[in-house]
């Protein structure tokens, strides 16, 4: 399999680690946290499409939320290369004053439009806040930004007057994008963008995006469940478990070659489409464990099927059977199981 060059890095995570603390007990001791993002690295490249995908509950949302500081970090880095200059920017070394104007360049899209967008708000509204917010135009000058940026989603002009209970679950979303483009952004997190709506809408949202990355020269963090539209617009894939990424690789490589057995479970219960083939098998065992007190060792070991005694008690480090492959597993790092 030929490996494709690494393309510059547009967002580089390292060690990222989002704790949510638990209220400490009345008669002293210790404090407990929800480990929700618990020691998570990749990159996104330049022009690239990332998926970050798991059940839910992984972590996957606070992992996106965290890198645009949304929710504040509890450890770890991300540096962002702007366009044009040599040195990345580390955003959590930043002052609130500082990140401001970054946010124009660091955005996301939600997985649910309606409970996103301001029901008080027409679309018009929505999409032009930013732009005013940000000083990146006046009067109508920001009319003609909207007018242009419901074109380029796909929207009519008159569309601006609607408010968003008047549109379809797609015209939301596409008002959402829009919405998220208007300041130029050069790297969006899109949260579950596709999850909420019929499935032929959804290839029409995809499509839009790609379409988007092409004209735009974007870099997207995808976060995602459904392992069919991952593999429409993914260039690469890193899986999620219990705050931890175990696997990532190419959409090629996890898709046809995985190691994990968390990654080969969710390939095996993805649906079949071919004629006469299985629906997909049975679902996992049991339920992830607690973020509060995961497991000793592979935290995927009560619920793996081909578990040893080293994965209940030693951490496996991870294996890289490629430049950019990585498996986080006993058995992938001594022998491989594809």
């Known amino acids: 399999m030929r490996e494709e060059p690494a393309r510059p890095a547009r967002i580089e995570v390292r060690d990222l680690k989002k704790h949510f603390p638990i209220q400490r007990p009345l008669q002293g001791g210790r404090g407990r946290a929800v480990k929700a993002v618990d020691g998570v690295s990749f990159e996104v490249g330049e022009r690239e499409t990332l998926a970050l995908v798991g059940e839910s509950g992984c972590g996957k949302t606070t992992t996106g939320r965290t890198i645009l500081r949304l929710s504040e970090p509890s450890g770890g880095s991300v540096r962002y290369l702007r366009p044009g200059e040599g040195e990345p920017i580390d955003l959590f070394a930043l002052p609130e004053r500082e990140m401001r104007p970054l946010r124009k360049e660091l955005q996301i899209v939600f997985q649910d439009p309606l409970a996103s967008l301001d029901p008080r708000a027409t679309a018009g509204d929505a999409i032009g806040e930013g732009i005013a917010i940000h000083r990146l135009a006046h009067g109508r000058g920001i009319e003609e930004r909207v ?192």
């Open 147 to 338: 007018v242009e940026l419901l074109g380029r989603v796909g929207l009519s002009p008159e569309k601006r007057e609607r408010f968003p209970h008047e549109l379809s679950g797609g015209e939301r979303q596409r008002v959402a994008i829009a919405r998220a483009l208007a300041l130029g952004p050069r790297f969006l997190v899109l949260d579950e963008p596709v999850s909420a709506l019929d499935v032929s809408v959804q290839v029409q949202v995809l499509n839009l995006l790609e379409d988007l990355q092409a004209e735009l020269g974007l870099s997207y963090l995808f976060i995602a469940h459904d392992l069919a539209v991952v593999r429409y617009l993914a260039d690469r894939v890193a899986v999620m478990y219990c705050g931890r990424i175990v696997e990532t690789g190419t959409a090629e490589e996890i898709f046809e070659d995985a190691r994990h057995p968390y990654t080969q479970a969710l390939l095996a219960a993805m649906p079949k489409l071919e004629p006469g083939s299985s629906r997909g098998s049975a679902p996992l065992p049991g339920e992830p464990p607690s973020p509060v007190d995961p497991p000793g060792g592979c935290p995927f070991h009560p619920r793996c099927p081909v578990a040893e005694a080293r994965c209940r008690e030693v951490v496996p480090s991870e294996a890289r059977p490629g430049p950019r492959r990585g498996v986080v597993c006993h058995l992938a790092a001594g022998s491989g199981t594809s």
